[in-house]
């Protein structure tokens, strides 16, 4: 099969690959779809950590079933599926809680690490356990499937805030993942939501999609502009979608007394906290890692279109292209979002 191959860092390349098979509880699955993640460019140069070479990356696809095992109810081969990127073990205690993205046995397709190695879907052909794979409707594009695991992430986020309805919201960041938790906001009850980004096209975006207040941070001063909107008392909430000590710092600094914020970006490994501030104004903290069962909801979200994702789509590229577009994304080329890769 043809599979895009992490050579070594910032050399990715089309190669020939063995098919994998599908062993004991395991699905094999033709890829139609498959999109490029942030996670998958940072790991391009290994910034990471979790993407040593060599590697078939790629985790946010969807395909038909080719070939199913026999132990394995359910599914047969000519099914429309997608699956998630969290391959759990089912049987730790954290599973047996349903909390499945806080996994003792943890495993992220695409990904290769110190533990482990698991191949991804940037390829003809993925084997991926039962467990994870749901069917798709009938006429549901594979394109808009390949957004389902970013949707889960900002619908799990979304879910883990403690939300009343007519809540005001604060949203620092615009990207793919911001974008989907504005929409996810407005679905959950908020009746305003406030975008944060330096990036105006991106605010431009945020602003069709549904915040009601769009904030540049590099014209002015974020959480000031917030008490202004609200009565000089702060959001309600805020959801922090960067993973940076400035955003964060300023999403703490923008909700109310008894507000809340949900971490959700993760790209820096530490960021400074205002204690002070968070424990006498009763600050509550929320961390939000990837998804948790959320895959059927977003799937209907998405079916009925409560939550738009085409816009957020830059381009749809044969699998060939994937290199090209690879160094495109990592040279952050303006206007570039979501680029997905079809073998």
Aim: contains cysteine.
């Amino acid at each position: 099969m043809r599979a895009l191959l992490l050579k070594e860092y910032r050399r990715i390349e089309l190669v020939e690959s063995d098919r994998p098979p599908a062993e004991a509880g395991e699905v094999l699955i033709r890829v139609a779809a498959c999109g490029i993640c942030g996670s998958d460019v940072h790991g391009f140069d290994g910034s990471t950590g979790r993407r040593i070479p060599p590697l078939i990356m790629g985790h946010e696809a969807a395909g038909v079933v080719e070939h199913v095992a026999p132990d394995v109810p359910g599914l047969e081969p000519g099914d429309r599926v997608t699956f998630d990127s969290t391959v759990y073990c089912g049987e730790c205690f954290f599973c047996r809680r349903g909390q499945v993205n806080l996994c003792d046995n943890r495993r992220v397709l695409g990904v290769s690490c110190a533990d482990y190695r698991r191949h991804g879907a940037f390829a003809e052909y993925v084997s991926v356990p039962a467990r994870i794979v749901y069917k798709l409707p009938d006429q549901f594009p594979f394109e808009r499937a390949t957004m389902i695991e970013a949707v889960s992430v900002g619908v799990h986020a979304v879910g883990l805030t403690p939300i009343r309805l007519g809540d005001t919201a604060v949203v620092f960041g615009a990207g793919m993942i911001g974008l989907i938790v504005i929409q996810a906001l407005k679905l959950a009850g908020c009746s305003r939501v406030i975008a944060v980004d330096p990036d105006g096209a991106r605010l431009a975006l945020a602003g069709r999609l549904g915040a009601a207040e769009l904030l540049n941070p590099n014209k002015l001063d974020v959480p000031a502009a917030v008490r202004d909107l609200t009565a000089g008392r702060g959001s309600d909430i805020a959801l922090e979608v960067v993973g940076a000590s400035q955003p964060f710092l300023a999403a703490v600094a923008s909700v109310r007394k008894g507000g809340a914020v949900t971490l959700v970006g993760n790209i820096t490994p530490a960021v400074e906290l205002p204690l002070q501030s968070v424990v006498t104004r009763e600050v509550r903290l929320i961390g939000s890692c990837a998804s948790s069962g959320e895959y059927p909801v977003c799937i209907d979200l998405l079916a009925r279109g409560c939550i738009e994702v085409e816009p957020l789509i830059s381009a749809v590229a044969p699998l060939s292209e994937g290199p090209a577009w690879f160094a495109r994304l990592y040279a952050k080329e303006p206007g570039l979002m979501k680029v997905i890769l079809r073998p």
